[in-house]
């Protein structure tokens, strides 16, 4: 009777230990609180507005801060599916990005690298 009552606690605690898991799997950025990602850019190549290249700052409750082109900074929200990370900013611009780890990412767009500076 005993074996009765434990199988499931046993399946209970399988399920945890999987969910736990999958978790970690899920957020390919590592966990993140705040992370600043700059384009990697040759020190001479300049943007429209004299300045070089763009940062993408990604904070929790998925809000994002992009300097692009110099002095535009716009504000948005982003999202996770997969190794693809999508940024939407305030207008109908957006910016998608494979994550290629959690320190960097490529623009699908360009294929610009950006890493954690």
Known sequence: MNILKCIPLCITLLFLVYSCKKTTDEDPLGGLESKTYTEICLTN???????????????????????RMGDLISGGTYSISGKTLKVQLSGSVSY??????????????????WQVK
């Open 45 to 67: 190549a300049m943007h429209y507005g004299g300045t070089g290249c763009s940062t993408l700052t990604l904070f929790t409750g998925n809000k994002v801060l992009m300097l």
């Open 96 to 113: 998608e990005f494979t994550i290629r780890s959690s320190e960097e990412l490529e623009s699908k767009q360009d294929g610009s690298v």
